[in-house]
């Protein structure tokens, strides 16, 4: 029997989308940003065949879409082409465009077929199959939060929450899971949801957050974990382009409101062996009343030990370590626990075929496949050297002393820089890039000026 051509997947979309004319090809870099072109009609079945070549330095730009030039990629080494290749299954028509419009999630290879070493789905991959050759496959859904920001206010340098095109009501007080908020934007998610449905995106729910005009976003689970990401990236980037249309920002930014609680990104994760059975899954642990297998107490160790060393990751910008407040439900420790949102690793309520991890140390601003990557490495990192966690906390985790969290960017990469364990997994080159680029983003960062420096010590210094 003959194989099917390789272009059958574009052959078919095209003939069922005869409308449409053109396609965004997405890249997702460092910091998940999609990035890429946009390809005409004629062009899309190139990525299903030789490629569609585009600089390789795109996965190892900073936050502002700049070359680095300390990491040795870009204008220092020429900055070469690679070949874009499609994910399959990722080719989907979108609904935001005035024009019909497609786009599909692509990965870099070189002339030989090889994928790129700092490209994020790569990385995680290669994590992946590290539990893969254990015999086991991890279970991954992943919870966004966001704020909708008023556009044309934002355009005049005010930041607030966007006031409802329906009832002209601007949120101002914390309706955690309240419905009033859903409705003032129930056209907006109304097509947010009919987006997904258009793209097979698995969004289950939407809730009203801990602040005005924040809300949260869960993505059902999968037993593969670089689809789940490719999920969560194309749902970020839906929400984002939903909101456009609707003239309102959603921004995943950690922290736009310092009085506000900040925006996370929660992996939830579970392992299940080769008869699918949940490993994590075992005798009940009195103290936070959840069944807990040895198997989960290595892998929470895994992912304590490895915690500071891999927040460069989870929290990857300036802002994002304003998140890290006590008070604000966000962690400040490497704690865990069962149902308990103070905690940095916290065990939901569940049966034993849905026990998992929580892990809500990220950042909604966070590239969610090296978020993801560095959850895996931490769970492998303890099962393999069946590490053992310590006891679990009850009660506030903040008033309970521990290992702080790294609260500031620089120390944060220092202990990124220090690193024993991750580069293990995401690639020893990988950390030194990624290192390299958030350092340089940081000194740029902090070579200007705040507003404040002036009140404070203009007139006093």
Not at 21 to 35: C, K
Request: aromatic share 8%.
């Amino acid at each position: 029997m003959n194989p099917q051509p390789i272009t059958q997947e574009v052959d078919a979309f095209l003939d069922d989308n005869p409308d449409v004319t053109v396609a965004d090809m997405l890249v997702p870099d460092m910091s998940g940003i999609l990035r890429g072109k946009q390809l005409v009609r004629s062009v899309m079945p190139k990525l299903y065949t030789e490629g569609v070549r585009l600089p390789a330095s795109n996965y190892l730009l900073d936050w502002t879409g700049q070359s680095v030039p300390p990491i040795g990629y870009g204008t220092i080494d020429g900055d070469p082409d690679w070949y874009c290749k499609a994910v399959p299954g990722t080719l989907k028509r979108v609904p935001w465009s005035r024009r019909p419009s497609a786009q599909v999630l692509t990965s870099m290879e070189d002339e030989n077929g090889n994928p790129h070493f700092a490209d994020p789905r790569h990385i995680l991959a290669q994590v992946q199959r590290r539990l893969h050759d254990m015999g086991l496959r991890a279970v991954v859904a992943i919870e966004y939060e966001f704020y909708l920001i008023d556009q044309e206010a934002a355009a005049r340098g005010e930041i607030m929450p966007a006031r409802s095109p329906s009832s002209g009501w601007r949120p101002s007080i914390t309706n955690v899971y309240g419905h009033d908020d859903l409705a003032d934007f129930s056209e907006l998610f109304d097509d947010i949801h009919e987006a997904c449905e258009l793209q097979d995106l698995p969004a289950e729910t939407f809730v009203v957050e801990y602040a005005p005009g924040q809300f949260e976003i869960n993505i059902l689970h999968t037993d593969d974990a670089v689809h789940a990401c490719d999920n969560a990236i194309l749902l970020e980037r839906c929400i984002r382009e939903v909101s456009r249309a609707h003239g309102v920002i959603a921004t995943f930014m950690a922290k736009p409101f310092i009085e506000q609680t900040g925006s996370g990104l929660h992996v939830h994760v579970s392992l299940i062996d080769e008869e699918g059975n949940n490993v994590f899954a075992g005798p009940m642990d009195p103290t936070i009343n959840r069944p807990i297998s040895g198997t989960m107490r290595n892998a929470i160790a895994g992912v304590v030990d490895t915690l500071p060393e891999a927040m460069a990751i989870f929290a990857p910008n300036a802002n994002s370590y304003r998140r890290l407040m006590p008070g604000a439900y966000a962690p400040v420790n490497t704690h865990w626990g069962g149902d308990n949102r103070t905690l940095c690793i916290r065990i939901p309520p569940s049966d034993e075929k849905a026990i998992r991890i929580e892990h809500r140390a990220s950042g909604a601003d966070a590239n969610p496949y090296l978020v993801t990557a560095a959850v895996l490495a931490g769970i492998h990192h303890g099962i393999a050297n069946e590490l053992t966690p310590p006891p679990p906390v009850v009660g506030d985790a903040v008033e309970v002393a521990g290992i702080a969290l790294p609260s500031r960017w620089e120390s944060a990469l220092d202990k990124f820089a220090a690193s024993t364990v991750l580069p293990e997994y995401l690639g020893a080159e990988y950390c030194k890039c990624y290192h390299g680029a958030r350092a340089h983003e940081a000194e740029k960062f902090h070579a200007h000026i705040d507003p404040l420096e002036y009140q404070w010590y203009l007139r006093t210094s």
